[in-house]
């Protein structure tokens, strides 16, 4: 049973990371349309920026986490108005392609600015292990996976009572018809971008003080993409169970089948869940894929 | 009177011709400059070997040029960076020899790049020293040109599990390896060691390159009951499988292997990373030899890159020493067929990095003593272990 809990308890926590960051997936979805294949970049950047301000400025836990919030969401906002106002009206496809340009970008930037040495993001704080019997758990999976919870709540909340985020779902759901309502769509893409950039580096920050920081960081955006799918690519709140869901379905695999078992098993579940519920568990409608 | 001044313009013209074919005779040799390129991943994670290796070259021909270069002639480095990309290793390797024209090769790239290189190099006949990643896919057959420093995965993997056994008798073994050619290497050795050292093997698992979360795998371990564990991991997923130990609060004597024998790791790793074995071919920076190649290369390096030193830095130290050693032996006009003679005939060279290297007749392969290290948590450090 301990070891059942143990595997469970760890999967939550890894899945809570792969779940904040299929959630910024979902939110630029959500309001552009677009699949940002620099998202998992994207978490690595901000997660250097956040050591860099832990070994240079402070490594005040609030202190770096509100400057890399603040890098995050300035990361997100230049991404938008630079790389990707520019691309609004053109073909979908080239949209794609130009973040994918922007991930090999961003991914070699690590080697420019910093360098390819893996490092630890400490901060003090979330590497003590708390025990439970002999079930060990750190402070900072803990904490991950309430973040992942406590963001579930707010963005529900905001895309519900928020008109902003009235304003979000309109543009997604029609984006001319929201124009002549009065509403800047450029506006809101920003703000997805912006938002989706956050809650992207919340990741990369718990990941970086759970594990390391390291130029292979990026690849978290490839295991999270599937967690969006799982959970509907435009269902914010969805893609963030869907995390929780791959992280324990990979870890169960892990532990009980075989480890080599542990990177398909998530792959598996997105294709029955796929063949019976084509837009996710949690997506409310039908996706055009690239 | 014509006829004189004919011939002596026909001598002076041969004459200069000759001079001029002898500076031109091999590519990559002028009268002032010998170029020796090499290409390695310079971005992306395994820019933390191929950057560090590219700092040993470095340091060699920086050593070499402020001792009079070769013969008079300064040594010219061209890096190319293929990104640990098979396609770019080969095109690199390609436009070193065909388009800057290098004199010799040093360094090349991770295990699968040197391997897909090895026809084009077979090919161009350059002389060429393979420092990074030694698998025996490059020494086996033998290749004229090509010539290789260090010693087997599969050899440095027996040296380590024969210390490990010999040290805790009769304990429990667990095993994890990457899937890939590495990973393969790192398996096929601890195999051949099962039977002679009667090893009981409670787990044995593989992880998909890249893999950073270890949870079910050390859970995996730690039920099995093992007491000795060889970590297969490189880097990060070292850093990630000791972490996870410590939280399971399981203390299995820890093996890990010299591609994640780096120091910055064991701050990575914290205090659950003191006491870990490790097995190599290249001295400690703790040790002696250590500290003096250091202070060698301090005054030859910009700060930055003295930041990026670790053992890769060693390795590929010792290649370029070997390689502008072959190359200064043959004199003033060194040619390919000279090099890769006087390669041949490299004895006992010391480079003060690692054990005397050699090669011979029909041997390519180095074949490195090994030595046994052990974490020193309090100073981020190896320290020889015996």
Not at chain 1, 48 to 68: E, L, Q, R
Not at chain 2, 185 to 207: C, I, R, T
Not at chain 2, 257 to 271: A, I, S, T
Request: hydrophobic content about 50%; aromatic content about 8%; charged content about 15%.
């Amino acid at each position: 049973m301990q070891y059942l809990i143990q595997l469970l308890i760890s999967g939550l926590a890894v899945g809570a990371i792969y779940g904040l960051i299929a959630m910024a997936f979902a939110v630029i979805y959500k309001s552009t349309g677009l699949v940002n294949f620099a998202q998992g970049e994207m978490t690595m950047i901000v997660a250097y920026v956040a050591w860099t301000i832990s070994t240079t400025i402070s490594g005040n836990v609030f202190v770096v986490a509100f400057g890399a919030i603040v890098a995050a969401v300035l990361l997100g906002l230049v991404i938008e108005r630079v790389v990707m106002r520019p691309m609004l009206g053109e073909p979908v496809f080239s949209t794609v392609m130009v973040t994918i340009g922007l991930a090999v970008i961003l991914r070699s930037s690590i080697n420019f600015i910093w360098d390819a040495y893996p490092h630890a993001l400490d901060l003090g704080v979330g590497r003590h292990v708390v025990r439970i019997g002999s079930i060990g758990v750190r402070t900072g999976q803990i904490a991950v996976i309430t973040t992942l919870l406590l963001l579930i709540a707010g963005i529900w909340a905001f895309f519900r009572y928020s008109k902003f985020g009235i304003a979000m779902r309109a543009v997604a759901a029609d984006d001319r018809t929201a124009l002549l309502m009065g509403i800047s769509a450029p506006r809101v893409h920003g703000f997805a971008w912006a938002a989706s950039s956050a809650i992207a580096g919340i990741a990369g920050v718990f990941f970086a003080m759970s594990y390391d920081l390291s130029p292979a960081m990026f690849q978290l955006g490839l295991k999270a993409f599937p967690a969006t799918i799982l959970g509907g690519l435009d269902a914010v709140l969805g893609s963030g169970l869907g995390g929780l869901l791959i992280g324990v379905t990979e870890n169960l695999a892990g532990g009980y089948v075989s480890s080599g078992m542990k990177e398909v098993a998530g792959f598996l579940m997105i294709i029955i869940v796929l063949m019976i519920r084509p837009f996710g568990i949690f997506g409310e409608r039908d996706i055009e894929r690239v | 009177m014509i006829k004189t001044c004919a011939a002596a313009m026909l001598l002076a013209t041969a004459i200069h011709a000759g001079a001029i074919g002898t500076a031109a005779a091999e590519p990559g040799i002028t009268e002032t400059e010998i170029l020796i390129g090499d290409i390695e991943p310079l971005t992306g994670p395994p820019a933390l070997l191929g950057v560090a290796a590219s700092i040993g070259h470095k340091v060699a021909i920086a050593e070499a040029n402020a001792a009079g270069g070769i013969s008079g002639r300064r040594i010219k480095y061209v890096l190319e960076d293929d990104g640990y990309v098979t396609a770019r290793t080969i095109q690199g390797v390609r436009k070193l020899v065909d388009v800057d024209k290098v004199f010799a090769l040093v360094g090349l790239s991770g295990s699968g790049q040197s391997i897909a290189a090895m026809p084009v190099l077979e090919k161009a006949g350059i002389p060429t020293v393979i420092d990074v990643a030694p698998v025996k896919p490059l020494w086996e057959p033998p290749r004229k040109n090509v010539f290789i420093v260090g010693q087997s995965y599969e050899e440095g993997i027996r040296h380590l599990v024969a210390f490990l056994a010999d040290k805790n008798p009769g304990k429990k073994w667990g095993l994890i390896t990457q899937d890939d050619d590495y990973g393969i290497a790192v398996h096929d050795g601890f195999d051949s060691m099962v039977e002679p050292k009667k090893l009981n093997v409670v787990f044995s698992g593989s992880y998909k390159k890249g893999q950073q979360d270890f949870s079910s795998e050390m859970l995996q371990l730690k039920e099995a009951g093992a007491e000795v564990f060889l970590a297969g991991g490189i880097i990060a997923e070292n850093v990630a499988m000791m972490k996870e130990l410590e939280k399971l609060n399981a203390k299995p004597v820890i093996g890990i292997f010299w591609p994640g024998r780096v120091e910055p790791v064991l701050k990575l790793m914290g205090p659950a990373g003191d006491g870990i074995y490790a097995v190599d071919y290249v001295e400690p920076f703790a040790g002696e030899a250590g500290k003096a190649f250091l202070e060698k290369a301090k005054p030859l390096l910009s700060e930055a890159e003295f930041k990026g030193i670790n053992r890769y830095t060693m390795a590929g130290y010792a290649a370029a020493k070997v390689l502008i050693g072959a190359i200064a032996r043959c004199g003033k006009d060194p040619s390919w067929a000279c090099t890769i003679a006087e390669l041949e005939k490299t004895s006992n060279v010391e480079t003060g990095v690692m054990a005397p290297i050699s090669f011979g007749a029909g041997v390519r392969f180095s074949n490195q003593k090994l030595k046994i290290m052990q974490a020193d948590f309090s100073s981020l450090s190896f320290k020889p272990a015996y």
